[in-house]
């Protein structure tokens, strides 16, 4: 069983920045960031393939947001700028065992950590 577990939310003001981290267990897999705000469905933000090579962004969150991995850390980050009041969410991450590059359908994913909040005051 593979684990998934993300650190790093937190409460930031508008036009401020985080960064997400998200530890997997095991290997590299190819990895997705998502999002879940109160009353919405869980939507996709961000993916990136097992070498890093290849990454994917929601419109939302295109030129704001950024993708990266480390993979001697078996980690995966989201770096998160010019954030808005509607980027408040809960994150989550999610690894794919099979795929090299998994896009932005949950679906797709098999693991899944837990969820980290971000809440941007105006």
């Known amino acids: 069983q593979v684990q998934v577990v993300e650190s790093g939310g937190g409460l930031v003001r508008a036009g401020g920045s985080l960064r997400l981290s998200c530890a997997a267990s095991g290997r590299a897999y190819a990895m997705g960031w998502f999002r879940q705000a109160p009353g919405k469905e869980r939507e996709f933000v961000a993916a990136?393939?097992?070498?890093?090579?290849?990454?994917g962004y929601a419109d939302s969150v295109k030129g704001r947001f950024t993708i990266s991995r480390d993979n001697a850390k078996n980690t995966v980050y989201l770096h998160m700028n010019s954030l808005k009041p509607e980027d408040t969410a809960v994150y989550y991450c999610a690894a794919d065992e099979a795929r090299i590059y998994s896009g932005s359908s949950v679906n797709e994913y098999d693991f899944w950590g837990q969820g980290t909040q971000v809440t941007v005051s105006s």
């Open positions: 990136i393939s097992r070498s890093g090579y290849s990454t």
